[in-house]
């Protein structure tokens, strides 16, 4: 039944007590605060803020990781909500942006109602509004470049959550402004560590860093995205492997270009389809041996030896392969690639695969690598095919990377444990730093060195 309407506006003292009612841990603070300093003495009182706040910074100090995990998000949440989105100055900034509904009969401007605010990042705000009867997601679109100035953001994107609630996802900054240099090839393999290899950093200022051994990496991203400077950065953290014959590359590249410098150092190296197709069979092969040896010798764990090296398969432009011809191409990769995905992980064969547009053909392939990344994407729709649903209303705006140089190499990862999303961005491997990678595990092999590993 429609409500019926009246010139009459809401009282403000019901318009109060509806408020505290939605924020009572706002009036319960200073309430207990008072209560406190009166009841205890504020002597006291300030001496059970201080040591909160003292227990606090020593978290911060000491565990970093709870504490980002736990307390930073929330603290972050709250300061923003009283900061930036403060009842009047939203207010101030709808109405610029004309994103408000007038009552018909009262002239009570109604504005959409902020039903929660979550800082998931130091950069990224996600703010949930229930919008009044009228509006419409629309609206904020036709508005959205109004809003973000108004808001004074770098960017701001909206989703649907449901009907009559809209999410609102506001980049407040750009955490990577210059270029992070290539990492530096490791003389010895025992200053490689295969779970933890260095890739770039992330919006916390912290190393990004990524396992090879045991995971599969799916990589997405708009041409001239910067994919290639993750699997080239890990490549060079895995120098002295290859030179020694410990890491196998096998290479599937149907676009010839960069990975083209790593034919002489490849194991196995392919460019057209069916040649990719073999050479997946083939390492597909190569596991089910090195499953049937460790069977035969009653072996449960891998120790890497150039017996059982770890491969690496490389996969450019996937989906190419995936939607190639008369579909037997892609229905053997689909099927291979489910075996070395569930199965490659105790044998030591790991796969990474790059693709420029994620499409149907490749988003069941993606629920099979253990790590997504998505760059630079064309379509807000491609940021939850790669990283999953709901990402991009998390904060993962890898659509609203602008296209343009200065941000090749960032983009947002899937936080294991808290299953949000992070801007990172990778570190940049150039040209002649590919060349230097080559050189370096060929000067190995020129020497023999690979031959005298330890087996
Ligand atoms: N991590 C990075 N940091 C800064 N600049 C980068 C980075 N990666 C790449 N670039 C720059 O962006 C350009 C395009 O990079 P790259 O070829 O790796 O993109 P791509 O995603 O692999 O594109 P394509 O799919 O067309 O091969 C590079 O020539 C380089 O100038």
Redesign the pocket.
């Known amino acids: 039944m429609k409500t019926p309407d009246s010139k009459r506006r809401t009282g403000r003292e019901m318009k109060a007590a509806l408020w505290t009612a939605r924020h009572p841990g706002s009036v319960l603070a200073p309430a207990s605060t008072v209560a406190a300093g009166t009841q205890l003495g504020w002597t006291t009182t300030g001496m059970i803020a201080g040591g909160t706040a003292a227990g606090l910074c020593g978290w911060y100090r000491a565990h970093p990781a709870t504490f980002d995990h736990w307390a930073a998000p929330r603290m972050r949440a709250w300061r923003r909500r009283w900061s930036a989105y403060l009842g009047p100055r939203w207010h101030n900034a709808l109405r610029a942006c004309d994103l408000y509904v007038v009552h018909r009969k009262s002239g009570e401007e109604q504005f959409p109602r902020i039903i929660k605010t979550r800082s998931y990042s130091p950069t990224v705000d996600t703010v949930w509004v229930r919008i009044p009867q009228g509006m419409s997601a629309r609206k904020f679109e036709a508005n959205l470049d109004e809003l973000t100035e108004a808001l004074r953001a770098r960017r701001v994107a909206v989703e649907k959550v449901k009907p009559g609630v809209l999410g609102l996802v506001i980049e407040r900054d750009e955490p990577f402004t210059e ?2 240099d290539a990492p530096d090839m490791p003389d010895e393999p025992d200053a490689v560590d295969l779970k933890n290899v260095y890739v ?1 950093e992330t919006e916390f200022g912290a190393d990004w860093r990524l396992p090879v051994l045991g995971q599969h990496t799916f990589i997405a ?1 708009a ?7 993750i699997p080239m950065s890990e490549l060079r953290a895995l120098a002295p492997l290859i030179r020694d014959g410990l890491v196998r590359l096998w290479i599937c590249d149907p ?1 010839q ?2 990975f083209a410098k790593l034919e002489g150092i490849a194991h196995r190296y392919a460019t057209d389809e069916g040649e990719c197709s073999e050479l997946v069979d083939e390492f597909v092969d190569d596991l089910q041996r090195v499953q049937r040896e460790f069977s035969e010798q009653g072996t449960r764990k891998l120790e890497l030896s150039r017996v059982t090296p770890l491969n690496v398969l490389i996969i450019d ?1 996937i989906g190419s392969l995936l939607a190639y011809g008369d579909g037997t191409v892609a229905r053997n990769l689909r099927k291979k690639l489910a075996i070395v995905t569930s199965q490659g992980r105790a044998t030591g064969h790991s796969v990474t695969a ?1 693709v ?1 547009e994620p499409t149907k053909d490749t988003v069941p392939v993606r629920e099979l690598f253990t790590i997504r990344i998505c ?1 630079r994407v064309t379509a807000a729709a491609q940021v939850d095919m790669v990283l999953g649903e709901n990402a991009r209303l998390r904060g993962a705006l890898a659509d609203e990377i602008p296209n343009a ?1 200065e941000t ?2 960032i983009g947002y990862v899937i936080r294991q444990r808290t299953r949000v999303p992070m801007r990172v ?4 491997v150039a040209d002649h730093e590919i060349d230097e990678l080559v050189s370096f595990v060929r000067a190995g092999w020129g020497t023999g060195q690979h031959l005298t590993a330890v087996a």
């Open positions: 270029t992070i770039g991203g041409t001239g995205a910067g994919k290639n400077s676009k270009m960069e432009e790059l420029q760059l140089p090749a190499g961005r990778a570190a940049y």
